[in-house]
Every structure is written in C-alpha cells, then in structure tokens.
C-alpha cells in the first residue's frame, strides 16, 4: 500500500495517480475487444453451434452437455445445502426484496391545468438475463442482487447465465424459483443474451458483473440490447478522520480479495490514523495472497493537509464503495456508488444481506448514476389525455412553438383541435 501525500512535492504525485485514475473506466477493454467482437459475432451468425463451440472452448465444459439445467438439479441443489446455508439466503433475499419494494416507482396522475391530464404508469420488461460470474468464488449473492429487483418490477421471464454453476448459485435460483439457468459464461453468453438462438432466445436488458470480457461484451451489444452498466474491478475507498484503523485495514483486505485488480484507497488528514492501517493491512493480507497483490499494485494511502480536501479527493475518485465516519457526512458525498457509515458498517455486510444491491457502478461512473435498482427493470410510460378546455388553455402556445421551429404540421394538428373546441366540439369529438 504506497503512501502519498499532497503536501510539498507529494502533490504532484497525488495529481498525476489522481489523472489516471480519473480514465481508469474503459480503457482495458480495448486490450480484449477484437476478441471478444470475434465471439459475438460467431455467436451472432451461428446461434447454438457456435455458442456451445465457445463454450467448450472457453468454459471448458463439454458439448454434450445441455446448455440449460433441467430444474430437477435446481432442486437437487438446495436440498444439498446446509440448513444454515438456506436460512442466510432467505434471510438476504427477504433484505433484498423489502429494499427493492421501497424502490419501485408508483403510477400517478396530475391535471396541470383543467381539461388536461397526464400521469405515468410503470410496466416490466418483458425478459431479462442475469449474469452470475462463477470464478474463484461461488457467487449466489450475485444471482440474489440481480434476479430479486427484476421479480419485484414484475419482469416475467428472468434467465440466469453462469460458467460452470456452482451448487449455491443453483440452491439460489430455486429458492427464488427461477427455473430458466443456462451453463454458460463469458461473451459467448452474452451474445446468446443479447441476439438469442433457439436453445437460449433473447432478452430485453442484461445485468450483472463480470470479468473483461463479459463487460466488453456488454460493450459491443448495447446497441441491440439493454445493459446495466460496464461495470470494472471492485473499489473501494475510505475517508475516515477518526475511524478504527482495524475495522479500516479489515475492509480494505475484505473488497481487495476479490480481484488483484481491485483500487483500495484510504484518504485522511490524520498522518497517525494513515500508519496504523497499513500496518493493520500488513498483518491482516498476510494469508491472503489475492488481497495483498491487489493492495501492493493498486492500494493508496493519502494523507491530506485538510479533511475538505480528503473529501475532495473522495467525491473526485467516485468509487464503488465508499465508508465515511459520521451521518453528517452524507451531506458532502455527491459521488459514490453505496455508502457506509462509521466503524460498524463493514462493506462486507453490504455485499450480502442488508438490502442495497451490490452491483454498484465502477471507474467513475457513480459521477453519472447509482447501482442496480428496482428502476433498471422497469419502464416508466407517461401518458396524457385532453378536454376542449384544456385545448383551449395549452394549444395556442404550442402553435407558436410549432411555428418557431417551422414544424407547419404539428402547427396544423393543434389548430385543427383548437377550432373544433371553440366551435363547441364535445370532450369525445
């Protein structure tokens, strides 16, 4: 973990780590896209034989084995786990479902004028994939934090994608009664999602994290089909002026194993508070090869010379995750994808059972939007209705903004109704 200041010549230093971190969004899935376009395309073009070439290829799973998991071994599945395994799933799932309920948007009307109305209503999207990575680690949290909004939005048709499944995602899926999973990751699932083939048709949205080439994947397809957010490795940063350097270190290490990729950043004006962390996070990565690779590549420690600086510098970075001491913090955090405050909120406990979704938006995009909702499964239809009187009251000023922008026909369509209302048409003419 390098320590930086920004006082004296640190500042330099700090700027510089600072202007790159600022592009650190797309800039590897360049490395991986005439790869990952050669897939899709593939894909695209030859529907289930080439996705379960790919498949083979890259997955390593073989070609004769079925692409979708019959629901018999989803079953199978949660009758395996342990009793205490389910009750914690329950448990996130219930946390999940009620933070998303509060989420969804309610359909109203307003009449701003009399003889106008307009309002919105909120429909589901017909079909959704959920991608569940399935590398070093099982990830059914994942399928709980992608699949549980869609099922609140009312989405009918929610498809679950993962290489290589394992049994908890699976014991997840059928806690959830999700019965349409598919063995298969990567671009090629992706494609699959994104432009269908007859054993896996297509959705309308994909959501979910994934590796580099799940999200250039993603990339390439958002044209034909809704994503997410290209989301990159886990971050993490902290802006602390009184925190407990252990719980500190303890969640630097715990968001740093999930990928030696992952930006861990501490920033605080307490010099003192800077060199206990590391020391903690010395001692604490010691048997944790991924977090203390991670921590050595693309962990920080600033110290700054105010704490309005340090917060600069936090909103400036935009992380995933980001832990602040106090309540009266929230007030000067304008970007971050989910926020954790003082020395009881581990972040840890975010990326499973309190109810927030851990999907969260990475390498700045949380300057431009938060992480998965609810929102990300539904559409939001407006609608609006007229009487001659509210004719009467609105339409001669869009007549002549019609005219300004020489739109003669739009001009025309309004004056038809106008004259018909002065005429005495009905509220049915």
């Known amino acids: 973990m390098e320590l930086l200041t920004t006082s004296g010549s640190g500042a330099r230093k700090v700027e ?74 329950k448990l996130a799932a219930r946390n999940i479902m009620e933070f998303a309920k509060r989420q969804l948007p309610q359909p109203w009307d307003s009449e701003p004028v009399p003889g106008v109305k307009t309002g919105q209503r909120v429909r589901p999207l017909a079909a959704v994939g959920c991608y569940v990575p399935s590398g070093r680690h099982p990830l059914p949290s994942s399928l709980l934090m992608t699949a549980i909004p869609a099922q609140v939005a009312g989405v009918p048709r929610i498809v679950v994608v993962s290489p290589r499944p394992a049994r908890e995602t699976l014991a997840a899926a059928a806690l959830l009664g999700i019965d349409e999973v598919y063995q298969v990751g990567g671009a090629q699932a992706i494609a699959a999602l994104a432009y269908g083939t007859p054993l896996l048709p297509r959705v309308d949205k994909i959501v979910g994290p994934g590796n580099l080439y799940v999200t250039a994947a993603k990339r390439l397809v958002a044209f034909n089909c809704g994503i997410d957010m290209l989301a990159g490795p886990t971050e993490i940063v902290v802006c602390s002026e009184r925190g407990h350097p252990e719980a500190i270190a303890a969640d630097l290490v715990a968001q740093a194993e999930h990928d030696t990729e992952t930006l861990s950043v501490l920033v605080t ?55 602040v001491d106090t309540e009266e913090d929230l007030a000067w955090v304008q970007n971050a994808g989910s926020v954790f405050v003082g020395n009881w909120s581990s972040q ?15 390498g700045g995009a949380a300057r431009i939007r938060g992480g998965l909702s609810v929102m990300d499964f539904v559409k939001l239809m407006t609608v609006q209705s007229y009487t001659p009187d509210g004719v009467s009251a609105l339409g001669q000023a869009a007549v002549m903004l019609a005219e300004a922008e020489g739109l003669s026909g739009h001009a025309a369509a309004v004056q038809l109704r106008i004259s018909r209302a002065a005429a005495g048409g009905t509220r049915d003419a």
């Open 269 to 323: 004006s307490q010099p003192a508070l800077a060199k206990h962390v590391i020391r903690e996070l010395k001692e604490q990565s010691r048997r944790n090869p991924v977090a203390r690779e991670a921590l050595r590549s693309h962990g920080y420690v600033i110290v700054t010379d105010t704490k309005e600086e340090a917060r600069e510098i936090a909103n400036r970075l935009a992380p995933e995750h980001l832990t």
């Open 16 to 89: 510089r780590l600072l202007k790159s971190l600022d592009r650190r969004g797309a800039t590897s899935l360049d490395r991986v896209e005439r790869q990952v376009r050669r897939i899709v395309d593939d894909v695209r073009r030859g529907g289930d034989r080439a996705l379960l070439a790919a498949r083979a290829h890259f997955d390593g799973v073989p070609r004769r084995e079925p692409l979708r998991i019959a629901p018999g071994e989803l079953h199978r599945a949660w009758e395996e786990t342990s009793p205490e395994l389910h009750a914690a799933l």
């Open 348 to 362: 840890a406990l975010g990326d499973y059972v309190s109810g927030p979704n851990h999907t969260l938006p990475t």
